[in-house]
């Protein structure tokens, strides 16, 4: 029963005031009856017996005849609650307003604390009642002359049956009350229960169907600020497994793309080598340095397939040690300024002397060089121009690729790091793998720097590396 979150909920809701309302009922009942309506009867029965001795006292013939004092009871029965008895100071009953008490006239009445009783006082007292059977409130008051002696008591008593009748009336009053106020708790309980489940069921459901692979529309954010932050967190996983599963797909075809161009390539090499005459040396050498282009070629799709692999699986380690960018800048370009002149482009290199010393890993940032360079040459149009400056700003050091290329859309600034990613408006971006600049951008932050472009469509790119001067580790 209790194994479904709803289950549960409802009972959270109705578990406290099933407890709590009943209990409060009994502790409102027990407070009314002793603390209110008891004490509200002893007042009350004091009250009327004071006014009917003050009365009494100014008729004597109460006291002298009781004949009289009888006529005068039995005439005010019909408006009398209480049951009243007329006394003599010794407790000699003179009249009583109950006809059973008529055989009675005349004789001692035994009465508990009788004789206590003095002027100006008035005394209760709750015994049991043969007669009655029951029990009774019984209130004296004496009726006292203005000589201050007592002529006389007025006695009235009240049975707790009727009291009782009271309470019940009063006890199933309450009791219906707090009935529909359960009912009318474990409806809203039910209803509150019920629109918490909801939402969690539809995000339920939706984590189901993304497993499945068969939900796209995103999750209506409702309920609880606890339940939107959820919904939220579904649709933000919902468009990361989308991006990623795009991703995928653009992966696979990519591969596909650059792995078989060189592979038909290497394989169209091999058959004209097979059906070639081995005596021709010259074609012999243009075959192998082809296909050597072809190997090489792949071994940098490899080489950026394994960046990717550490980065998905955060093992991208740096093995760091000093450089000096004055000796090891010219040697990592000397090779790409070949691939220049190779594309008839023009070479512009401006390094100053006396770069600083930087604790790098060096492998890894001559790759974001080769990336940045193998950028600006593949996109540079012949005629055009690539060129590298370095410097220092403050406690960092730049290096920056410049070309004067077909330029990046400014929609696409933010985008180009993407892995994968290509631009549906320009070629710059739609070759290869797409996966050069987010490698470029992931070393360089893990040498705690940052990779900036600036860009203008037929004006060319500007790429910076800025690396700090003291990797932040060691502060």
């Given at each position: 029963?209790?194994?479904?979150?709803?289950?549960?909920?409802?009972?959270?809701?109705?578990?406290?005031?099933?407890?709590?309302?009943?209990?409060?009922?009994?502790?409102?009942?027990?407070?009314?009856?002793?603390?209110?309506?008891?004490?509200?009867?002893?007042?009350?029965?004091?009250?009327?017996?004071?006014?009917?001795?003050?009365?009494?006292?100014?008729?004597?013939?109460?006291?002298?005849?009781?004949?009289?004092?009888?006529?005068?009871?039995?005439?005010?029965?019909?408006?009398?609650?209480?049951?009243?008895?007329?006394?003599?100071?010794?407790?000699?009953?003179?009249?009583?307003?109950?006809?059973?008490d008529e055989y009675r006239l005349g004789q001692l009445l035994e009465i508990p604390d009788f004789k206590e009783i003095h002027p100006g006082e008035v005394a209760s007292h709750t015994d049991?009642?043969?007669?009655?059977?029951?029990?009774?409130?019984?209130?004296?008051?004496?009726?006292?002359?203005?000589?201050?002696?007592?002529?006389?008591?007025?006695?009235?008593?009240?049975?707790?049956?009727?009291?009782?009748?009271?309470?019940?009336?009063?006890?199933?009053?309450?009791?219906?009350?707090?009935?529909?106020?359960?009912?009318?708790?474990?409806?809203?309980?039910?209803?509150?229960?019920?629109?918490?489940?909801?939402?969690?069921?539809?995000?339920?459901?939706?984590?189901?169907?993304?497993?499945?692979?068969?939900?796209?529309?995103?999750?209506?954010?409702?309920?609880?600020?606890?339940?939107?932050?959820?919904?939220?967190?579904?649709?933000?996983?919902?468009?990361?497994?989308?991006?990623?599963?795009?991703?995928?797909?653009?992966?696979?075809?990519?591969?596909?793309?650059?792995?078989?161009?060189?592979?038909?390539?290497?394989?169209?090499?091999?058959?004209?080598?097979?059906?070639?005459?081995?005596?021709?040396?010259?074609?012999?050498?243009?075959?192998?340095?082809?296909?050597?282009?072809?190997?090489?070629?792949?071994?940098?799709?490899?080489?950026?397939?394994?960046?990717?692999?550490?980065?998905?699986?955060?093992?991208?380690?740096?093995?760091?040690?000093?450089?000096?960018?004055?000796?090891?800048?010219?040697?990592?370009?000397?090779?790409?300024?070949?691939?220049?002149?190779?594309?008839?482009?023009?070479?512009?290199?401006?390094?100053?002397?006396?770069?600083?010393?930087?604790?790098?890993?060096?492998?890894?940032?001559?790759?974001?060089?080769?990336?940045?360079?193998?950028?600006?040459?593949?996109?540079?149009?012949?005629?055009?121009?690539?060129?590298?400056?370095?410097?220092?700003?403050?406690?960092?050091?730049?290096?920056?690729?410049?070309?004067?290329?077909?330029?990046?859309?400014?929609?696409?600034?933010?985008?180009?790091?993407?892995?994968?990613?290509?631009?549906?408006?320009?070629?710059?971006?739609?070759?290869?793998?797409?996966?050069?600049?987010?490698?470029?951008?992931?070393?360089?932050?893990?040498?705690?720097?940052?990779?900036?472009?600036?860009?203008?469509?037929?004006?060319?790119?500007?790429?910076?590396?800025?690396?700090?001067?003291?990797?932040?580790?060691?502060?």
């Open positions: 029963m209790l194994g479904t979150l709803r289950n549960r909920l409802i009972l959270s809701h109705v578990l406290p005031p099933l407890i709590i309302i009943p209990l409060l009922g009994v502790a409102i009942i027990y407070a009314l009856e002793t603390q209110v309506l008891l004490p509200s009867l002893t007042r009350e029965l004091a009250g009327e017996a004071s006014l009917l001795a003050e009365i009494a006292r100014n008729q004597p013939e109460n006291w002298k005849d009781p004949d009289f004092a009888q006529d005068i009871l039995t005439r005010s029965r019909p408006y009398l609650d209480a049951r009243v008895m007329w006394l003599d100071p010794d407790g000699r009953l003179l009249g009583s307003s109950d006809p059973a049991f009642s043969q007669r009655l059977q029951g029990e009774i409130v019984d209130v004296y008051a004496p009726v006292i002359t203005t000589e201050n002696q007592i002529v006389g008591i007025v006695r009235l008593s009240y049975r707790f049956a009727t009291v009782y009748e009271d309470f019940m009336r009063l006890r199933y009053l309450i009791a219906a009350i707090l009935i529909v106020s359960l009912l009318v708790g474990m409806l809203l309980g039910s209803t509150l229960a019920l629109n918490i489940n909801s939402p969690l069921q539809k995000v339920i459901d939706a984590v189901y169907d993304l497993a499945r692979g068969s939900r796209k529309a995103a999750l209506s954010e409702q309920g609880p600020e606890e339940v939107r932050l959820l919904q939220r967190s579904i649709n933000h996983l919902m468009q990361r497994l989308h991006s990623l599963e795009e991703a995928r797909q653009r992966l696979l075809a990519n591969l596909v793309h650059e792995i078989g161009r060189p592979l038909g390539a290497l394989h169209a090499a091999v058959q004209a080598l097979l059906l070639a005459p081995k005596t021709d040396p010259q074609m012999l050498e243009e075959m192998l340095a082809g296909m050597n282009d072809e190997t090489s070629r792949l071994q940098r799709l490899l080489d950026e397939l394994a960046h990717l692999h550490d980065l998905v699986l955060g093992n991208l380690e740096l093995e760091r040690q000093p450089v000096d960018l004055t000796e090891w800048l010219p040697g990592v370009l000397r090779p790409w300024e070949a691939a220049v002149h190779e594309k008839h482009l023009h070479w512009e290199m401006s390094l100053p002397s006396g770069l600083p010393i930087v604790n790098v890993d060096s492998l890894r940032l001559a790759q974001v060089v080769g990336n940045l360079l193998s950028n600006a040459i593949k996109y540079t149009s012949a005629g055009g121009t690539v060129s590298v400056t370095a410097g220092t700003q403050e406690a960092k050091v730049w290096i920056k690729v410049s070309d004067t290329g077909s330029g990046i859309p400014s929609e696409d600034l933010d985008k180009i790091f993407i892995p994968f990613y290509r631009s549906p408006r320009e070629k710059r971006i739609a070759q290869g793998m797409g996966l050069g600049l987010s490698i470029a951008r992931d070393l360089v932050e893990a040498h705690e720097g940052r990779l900036d472009v600036q860009s203008q469509p037929g004006l060319g790119s500007q790429f910076i590396i800025w690396l700090p001067l003291r990797p932040q580790s060691s502060l």
